[in-house]
C-alpha cells in the first residue's frame, strides 16, 4: 500500500508500528511513518518473511482463532444494527439480509464509492475468490454498474450484485 492519507480512508491509529512492502520507491513512508521499509514484490517478500518466521522459534499461537474471536467480539457488537427492524431500513440491515438470501459461492458483490462501501467492506463475507470486486481508494460514482455488468459478462454462472446509494443513480 502507499499508505497515501485521503478523506476517503480511515486513518491508521497513531500508535500503529507500520511496516511497508511497495514495488515502487517512490510510495515508501508517504503519509505515515515507517519502522520497516522494503521494495518488492508483495507475495516474494511476504513468503520470504514467513520462511524467515518458520525457521525461528517463534511463540505458538493461532492467527485463524485470534481473527476469528476478534471477528466474533465485533459482529456482537453490531448486530443491533445489522437485524434492526426500524425504518426507513439500515443498510447494514441490508448487507446482513443479502449475505442470507444468495449462495455467496456463487455471487460476485461489488459497490459504489462512499457510504455503500464503508457498509459492506466490514460486514459483506466473502466466501470464495473473485466473490467481491474491490477497488483502489475511491472512483466516481457509477463505477459499481460497470464493474457488475463486466462480472456477469466473465462469469454469466454468478449472480452479479452490485450496491449503490442514491447519489450513484
Known amino acids: ?44 517478500v511476504l513468503r520470504q518473511m514467513l520462511e524467515r518466521l518458520d525457521t525461528e522459534a517463534a511463540p505458538s499461537r493461532d492467527p485463524a482463532a485470534e481473527i476469528a474471536r476478534v471477528r466474533s467480539g465485533f459482529l456482537d457488537r453490531w448486530m443491533p444494527r445489522l437485524t434492526s427492524d426500524a425504518g426507513p431500513i439500515s443498510p447494514y440491515r441490508v448487507v446482513w439480509d443479502l449475505m442470507a438470501a444468495v449462495d455467496r459461492s456463487r455471487t460476485v458483490l461489488t459497490h459504489d464509492a462512499g457510504h455503500p462501501r464503508d457498509q459492506i467492506v466490514p460486514f459483506y463475507e466473502c ?28 462469469r454469466p454462472d454468478r449472480l452479479a450484485v452490485n450496491i449503490m446509494g442514491d447519489a450513484a443513480f
Open 127 to 154: 466466501l470464495v475468490p473473485r466473490g467481491y470486486m474491490g477497488w483502489g481508494k475511491s472512483t466516481q460514482l457509477g463505477t459499481g454498474l460497470g464493474l457488475t455488468m463486466g462480472a456477469r459478462l466473465a
Open 1 to 44: 500500500t502507499s499508505f497515501t492519507r485521503s478523506l476517503y480512508i480511515t486513518a491508521l491509529p497513531a500508535s500503529a508500528t507500520l511496516g511497508q512492502i511497495v514495488n515502487d520507491p517512490r510510495d515508501l513512508g508517504t503519509g505515515y511513518d515507517i519502522v520497516f521499509g522494503c521494495v518488492g514484490d508483495a507475495r516474494v
